[in-house]
């Protein structure tokens, strides 16, 4: 039974650009969460997407925006990078009790 | 505004000593307080914690809950050089009567020395 997969592993962008990161539920849950991890710091909410739908956000800015699949797949955009956005990103899914997460893609923006 | 706040944020220890982490929190409507272990990048579930007073075991692990005193405690007995790790304390607020988002701590970085 698969976990929770996430990719790319790692990623190497240019400030301005933009990135599409991805994630892959476990199988049997319908939710999936996404957090910024800082260096040194604990994971910190995104927002979490529900039947399609954005159901939560944290406190970040506009330019971060998601999707979520009929298959339940998600994916993480961000737009105009900048330096501070570099960080692990956590991909974690849910059914009712309790979250798994992912990997995690490991952005550095130059 | 919701925190979670963990102590100590470090611990360097020796193989056989015995470890208290401590996760103290402020969060309206909460629901459950979970830890994890992160040792290199995907955070491992340890355990899920919702009433006080229940110990929670796994092996050398314990943890338990104070819903009074807004706290929990994670306990490693007979530590090893595997645990060494960042230990995450999380707390699950509401969102209406489904699973709200986790609020984590900075951490506590355990290290064990042979």
């Known amino acids: 039974d698969a976990g929770v997969t996430q990719s790319p592993t790692h990623l190497i962008k240019t400030r301005g650009q933009q990135v599409t990161l991805r994630c892959s539920p476990k199988?049997?849950?319908?939710?999936v969460s996404w957090y910024q991890q800082a260096l040194g710091q604990g994971p910190q909410f995104i927002f979490q997407?529900?039947?399609?739908?954005?159901?939560q956000r944290g406190n970040f800015p506009d330019r971060f925006s998601g999707h979520q699949f009929p298959n339940y797949s998600s994916e993480l955009n961000v737009n105009a990078l900048l330096l501070g956005d570099s960080a692990l990103y956590l991909c974690?899914?849910?059914?009712?009790?309790?979250?798994?997460f992912g990997s995690g893609t490991r952005l550095t923006v130059v | 505004e919701d925190k979670v706040v963990q102590s100590p944020l470090s611990l360097v220890v020796h193989e056989g000593d015995t470890v208290t982490l401590n996760c103290s929190y402020e969060v309206t409507n909460f629901r459950s307080l979970l830890w994890y272990k992160q040792e290199k990048k995907a955070p491992t579930f340890l355990f899920m914690l919702t009433s006080s007073g229940i110990e929670k075991k796994s092996g050398r692990l314990s943890s338990i809950l104070d819903k009074k005193e807004l706290f929990s405690i994670l306990n490693i007995t007979a530590t090893q050089t595997g645990d060494s790790a960042i230990y995450l304390c999380a707390v699950e607020g509401r969102y209406g009567g489904s699973q709200g988002n986790l609020i984590f701590g900075k951490g506590t970085k355990l290290s064990v020395k042979p």
């Open positions: 199988s049997g849950h319908d939710t």
């Open positions: 997407y529900y039947e399609e739908e954005e159901r």
């Open positions: 974690a899914s849910s059914f009712r009790l309790g979250y798994t």
